[in-house]
């Protein structure tokens, strides 16, 4: 029974001691090339007509604890920063049968056939990763462009990129001095019933 007592004290010391392991932040991300409208200058593209929706999905393995940050960039060619609305929206995760909850991220900038294809840099906020223990997260995206226009808003690719804190694993001698300590008190109380 000492023994028992001392092995099974022993094993709950030593977990208690190397504890989890700490979790990096561990990067991720997610490209979208349109295509479907055409090529200009070497770049595949999608023509903006009106509203466009589309999505990143990133799934976590290991599941996350909290999304550190989030960083969207966007190709584009064609937008007319003296229009109205030609801004880039986003839609945040909602429950089953909410209605869409559009908040502006931000206004794309200029560019058309003399800029050149021209990269839109969005820092996400905080409030965007307010879940905890998820394993994936879609970001849906809306850009608008008006009918009016001359030149019309074309899409060449869009990246997501961020990074992320996993759940926290137990280290390897964690589970290691678990597993000697069960087999003490295995190995005891064979003893004992011989």
Not at 85 to 96: A, F, M, P, R, S
Not at 137 to 148: I, V
């Amino acid at each position: 029974m000492k023994l028992m007592s001392k092995t099974l004290i022993t094993a709950v010391a030593c977990f208690g001691i190397t504890g989890f392991a700490s979790a990096a932040p561990i990067p991720f991300s997610d490209t979208i090339d349109f295509s479907g409208s055409g090529s200009y200058a070497g770049e595949d593209f999608l023509r903006v007509k009106e509203k466009y929706t589309y999505r990143h999905d990133i799934v976590f393995d290991p599941m996350a604890i909290s999304i550190d940050n989030a960083t969207l960039r966007i190709n584009h060619i064609g937008n007319n920063v003296r229009a109205a609305d030609n801004e880039l929206w986003l839609l945040k995760g909602k429950e089953v049968g909410a209605r869409d909850n559009w908040s502006r991220i931000g206004r794309l900038s200029h560019s058309s056939n003399a800029t050149g294809w021209v990269i839109d840099t969005f820092l996400l906020g905080a409030h965007l990763f307010d879940e905890s223990g998820v394993d994936s997260w879609s970001l849906k995206l809306r850009a608008r462009e008006p009918g009016r226009d001359r030149e019309r808003l074309r899409l060449g690719w869009s990246e997501l990129t961020g990074t992320y804190t996993p759940v926290s694993v137990p280290e390897p001698g964690t589970l290691a001095l678990l597993g000697i300590g069960l087999l003490g008190l295995g190995a005891a109380s064979y003893r004992r019933a011989s």
